[in-house]
């Protein structure tokens, strides 16, 4: 017996129910057939089950048209019973290749396509033909994971799994905004990219289990449920709790793997490493009336789990004011301390679950609410030298931070959110705006802008970068369109960022905010100049960004295979810059000089343009490769210079000396 509040709970009473033989783990072994959730959008779908909304029949016959550093090799699979102490293993091969080298193309056969040329537009691109749906069964189509690595990832795999998800989401995103503006019909591109990258094995930790997760690490932020599911942390793409059945001492039962918070829970005594966790089920019934919540399910394998010193993954979520939407972040194992009954607002009976943190995992939703109060200022932040460097002229404050010694503060500069062009850089030919009322909207050929770029729109209605390109052409300033969301790299800084002093690496950028793969970060600001015509060196200039220097390739865009669009049209993503151009952010720049280079960087730069006084000019623009946590340092890749000379026969490439830390690092840049 356990008493709570005065009320007493018979716990052996309660605990002497059988486990249903239903609860299976939700998804099957590989060589038992998919389950529903992952048949494509359009079906085919197994006995008894139809599609499901936003796939719903009316569509069935319509044509769809610092990365966070790998530093964990696989894993295998934890004990059921962790260790009190949870940590993770550096990397054991350093010549495994980073995410940032290219990823295999996934080609369809080639198809006809329409060859429509946009004919008057700066960039001409032929649409192509949208094929029928391929039916997963008569596809030849590889996902690019084997068997093995699906059951069991790594770091590597996982990010590159997320990033796939991502760029399929952000694509279809596109398709459904232009959608969107005939039809007024707001679907789920994340639905449908989830459903259709498991229908076609993109995924991995398919080997449901407890404890770590082999390639997620603690602090990662999710921002769709399916996310979570594609890499083995949190199998239900709707129910908080997951579980598997495992052998008990005289018949199996079900333990708890993983919880999602919803948010509305309390902490005890508002210490972030407590968790009240409230059990599933009796909101409504049939009748639409709320009911006693049962010991079964979820409710029943955490029950289980308490007693068997099983601990569960916890993600915590979370309202995210920059992006405006909710967000998940991975909080690390949890241990169950106790659980018992209480009537709920309701009147009706609810379980009750108190989950401690275990000890010895790096901070991750407790730095999240350390950052909530930097945001009210009680407490300042530590080590504040400014709280806005910026002295206003960005909308959103950016600290000034040294943890580290008694450095007040960099040489000093001037604080610019404009590129300053010098009388005689002349860097295209004139060029006009739209002439588009209200807003510009995606697919329109008669508006200028959009025909500049191939005739779609470079970001969904959020704002999110749909594609790198060789150029992206925004709507101007002096454009009427006053409304129109082709305008996002002009609109300033939009999280809140951090200049804070590194250990080895100088000044370093860092945001409060979590990062939304594709979102932008800001531009980068100085004194553009014309390379060819530079008589001065730059060799002392710390603070140049060169369009000329040679970048590690890599894939950021959607595979048109999984989107099952032609191939043969797949988009390049490599810049395209009409002059060697040069950008000195030494006396005149922003935020961007901060960020440092990485050989494994999380952020890329894309060339961004709109017409300013009937010229266009070109802009460097930043954006995140992938979804960045709160307080990551914001790196990208510097380049290296084109070879100025040999040594033993060999080109020297970099004239510096890279200190980023990553298993990948090539040693120089700059």
Not at 25 to 48: H, I
Not at 311 to 332: C, F, P, T
Not at 588 to 602: I, T
Not at 607 to 613: D, F, G, H, L, R
Request: proline share 8%; charged share 20%.
């Amino acid at each position: 017996m356990e008493r709570n509040g005065g009320h007493y709970t018979d716990k052996t009473r309660v605990l002497d129910i059988k486990p249903l033989r239903t609860l299976r783990p939700v998804f099957p072994s590989g060589n038992q057939a998919p389950p529903f959730v992952c048949a494509p959008p359009f079906g085919p779908f197994p006995p008894g089950f139809s599609s499901f909304y936003p796939f719903s029949s009316s569509q069935a016959n319509q044509h769809t048209p610092d990365l966070n550093q790998a530093q964990y090799p696989p894993q295998h699979q934890q004990p059921q019973n962790p260790p009190p102490v949870y940590q993770q293993q550096p990397p054991q091969h350093a010549s495994e290749p980073s995410l940032v080298t290219p990823l295999r193309s996934f080609r369809s056969p080639d198809v006809s396509n329409g060859n429509a040329e946009l004919e008057g537009s700066t960039v001409k691109r032929r649409i192509p033909k949208k094929r029928p749906i391929a039916r997963p069964e008569n596809m030849n189509f590889e996902s690019g994971i084997n068997v093995a690595d699906r059951e069991n990832g790594n770091r590597e795999l996982v990010l590159s799994v997320l990033m796939r998800f991502d760029a399929l989401r952000r694509r279809f995103a596109q398709l459904e905004d232009a959608k969107e503006a005939v039809s007024g019909i707001i679907k789920r591109p994340d639905l449908k990219s989830g459903s259709t990258c498991m229908g076609r094995g993109v995924r991995t930790n398919t080997k449901k289990r407890p404890g770590i997760v082999p390639g997620v690490e603690i602090g990662d932020v999710f921002f769709f449920r399916f996310e979570m599911c594609l890499v083995g942390l949190h199998s239900p793409s709707m129910a908080g709790i997951d579980y598997l059945v495992v052998k008990g001492e005289t018949e199996e039962e079900p333990i708890a793997t993983s919880i999602v918070s919803s948010g509305y829970y309390d902490n005890d005594e508002g210490n972030p490493d407590v968790l009240i966790y409230t059990g599933q089920g009796g909101n409504a019934d049939k009748d639409k009336q709320s009911s006693d919540q049962k010991l079964e399910r979820g409710n029943l394998a955490l029950e289980k789990s308490l007693r068997r010193d099983s601990a569960v993954r916890v993600i915590r979520g979370l309202k995210e004011a920059s992006h405006n939407a909710k967000m998940y972040i991975y909080d690390g194992l949890y241990e169950i301390k106790e659980s018992w009954v209480e009537k709920g607002k309701s009147g009706h009976n609810t379980f009750k679950y108190k989950l401690v943190r275990a000890p010895g995992q790096p901070p991750a939703f407790a730095s999240w609410t350390a950052i909530q109060k930097w945001k009210t200022g009680v407490p300042s932040r530590q080590g504040l030298i400014l709280p806005d460097m910026t002295s206003g002229v960005e909308s959103i404050p950016v600290s000034l931070v040294n943890e580290v010694d008694t450095d007040n503060g960099p040489a000093y500069f001037t604080y610019s959110t404009t590129v300053k062009y010098s009388e005689s850089f002349k860097l295209m030919q004139p060029s006009f705006g739209c002439d588009c009322a209200n807003l510009c909207k995606p697919g329109n050929l008669d508006c200028h802008c959009i025909r500049k770029n191939g005739g779609d729109f470079p970001y969904t209605g959020n704002g999110i970068l749909v594609s790198r390109k060789p150029m992206i052409y925004e709507c101007s300033p002096s454009c009427p369109c006053s409304t129109c969301k082709n305008k996002v790299t002009q609109m300033g800084v939009k999280v809140r960022l951090e200049v804070f002093k590194s250990a080895n690496r100088g000044w370093g950028l860092r945001s409060w905010d979590a990062i939304r793969a594709g979102s932008f970060i800001c531009i980068y600001v100085g004194e553009a100049k014309d390379k060819s015509k530079v008589q001065q060196t730059m060799a002392n200039d710390d603070y140049t960004f060169d369009t000329t220097n040679v970048y590690n390739p890599f894939k950021w865009n959607y595979e048109p295979g999984l989107a099952d669009e032609d191939a043969c049209e797949e988009m390049s993503e490599e810049s395209e810059i009409p002059l060697p151009l040069i950008i000195s952010a030494k006396n005149v720049g922003n935020v961007a000089r901060f960020m440092n280079h990485s050989c494994s960087p999380n952020v890329f730069w894309q060339p961004v343009s709109y017409e300013n006084n009937s010229q266009l000019f070109v802009h460097v623009a930043f954006f995140a490769i992938s979804h960045i946590p709160p307080m990551t340092e914001l790196t990208y890749d510097y380049g290296v210079s084109r070879p100025s000379g040999t040594q033993n026969g060999n080109p020297l490439y970099g004239k510096k000396k890279c200190f980023c830390g990553s298993a990948y690092c090539r040693g120089s840049f700059g």
